[in-house]
């Protein structure tokens, strides 16, 4: 199962410092918004979201439809057919997709271990 882009939501207590701490480990803002409280850094082929204030903990997200560098990828497995996958294996979903929905949408789950895992298709 194909997931799309993947990148490590940070739950930051201040966004600046952050960002800052992580320029000088060689990333670049790439997207985001400031003014959002949140920003997307670059670091070669690894993305990492700093985000103040949005959610509690640490994300893994992944996102169908783009590949790392956020371009749309001409084929990819639709969020709602992932999550037809994930409930046929019996993985528990946190939240689901809008039944008959199309475009954007996500899906959230919680591993073994307790970390959240947002599948978040933007397309």
Not at 5 to 11: D, V
Not at 23 to 51: A, C, D, P
Request: proline content about 2%.
């Amino acid at each position: 199962m194909e997931l799309g882009a993947f990148s490590s939501s940070l739950a930051v207590k201040d966004l600046l410092v952050s960002k800052a701490f992580y320029e000088k480990l060689g990333f670049v803002q790439s997207g985001g918004n400031m003014e959002h409280n949140y920003v997307v850094m670059r670091n070669g082929t690894t993305l990492i979201g700093l985000y103040q204030g949005m959610f509690e903990k640490n994300i893994l997200t992944f996102n169908p439809g783009w590949d790392f560098d956020c371009s749309e990828l001409a084929e990819f497995a639709d969020v709602r057919d992932i999550e037809k996958s994930l409930e046929g294996d019996g993985v528990k979903l946190s939240t689901k997709t809008e039944a008959g929905s199309k475009g954007p949408a996500s899906i959230t789950l919680t591993d073994p271990d307790g970390n959240e895992i947002l599948i978040d298709q933007h397309r």
